[in-house]
T-cell receptor
């Protein structure tokens, strides 16, 4: 079992939809979590990170962490075709601070 | 501000050969991490260097090695290439403190034939 699980998709939505991307993790040793966006032929780009349970907003993006259920989510409001990319959740474990464990990524397609 | 630069962008090598990939971090960043990305395994951590010292290592065979120079530039080397080493190799740089502001380069696409 992978430490961070993520549905690979693809997830196809119409422009303007609210998108929900999710990850689950199995190890309580994760310190906090990040969401990365990766366009084709590019490296991952950091979108957001959250330290504790609860929500964090940044523009159209909201990251949510529920440590009791080991569930993390990224919501995208008013989705745009330019949001079409692969979204990766990741986190460092307390016992290995400088090593990120990534989910497999969810491919998102926003249709115009 | 220049980003993380990886060279070369694309590389084709033959089984059994060795390869060296280069990463120039963002100016002022002292930590460089390397990841391998494949469709089957996703992003997997190779190793991380801080101030020329390897601080963390992933679960890859000894054929994968790296180093960091005094100017924080890093290289990774893969010897005796296998077909399964075909992947996108990504480098990420950060200050090296626990702010986790990792910035990734665009990667080197290695194809082993």
């Amino acid at each position: 079992q992978k430490e961070v699980e993520q549905d690979p998709g693809p997830l196809s939505v119409p422009e303007g939809a609210i998108v929900s991307l999710n990850c689950t993790y199995s190890n309580s040793a994760f310190q906090y979590f990040m969401w990365y966006r990766q366009y084709s032929r590019k490296g991952p780009e950091l979108l957001m990170y959250t330290y504790s349970s609860g929500n964090k907003e940044d523009g159209r993006f909201t990251a949510q962490v529920d440590k009791s259920s080991k569930y993390i989510s990224l919501f995208i409001r008013d989705s745009q075709p330019s949001d079409s990319a692969t979204y990766l959740c990741a986190g460092p474990r307390m016992d290995s601070s400088y090593k990120l464990i990534f989910g497999s990524g969810t491919r998102l397609l926003v249709r115009p | 501000k220049a980003g993380v630069t990886q060279t070369p962008r694309y590389l084709i090598k033959t089984r059994g050969q060795q390869v060296t990939l280069s990463c120039s971090p963002i100016s002022g960043h002292r930590s460089v991490s390397w990841y391998q990305q494949t469709p089957g395994q996703g992003l997997q951590f190779l190793f991380e260097y801080f101030s020329e010292t390897q601080r963390n290592k992933g679960n890859f065979p000894g054929r994968f090695s790296g180093r960091q120079f005094s100017n924080s530039r890093s290289e990774m080397n893969v010897s005796t290439l296998e077909l399964g080493d075909s992947a996108l190799y990504l480098c990420a740089s950060s200050m090296g403190t626990e702010d986790y502001g990792y910035t990734f380069g665009s990667g080197t696409r290695l194809t082993v034939v």
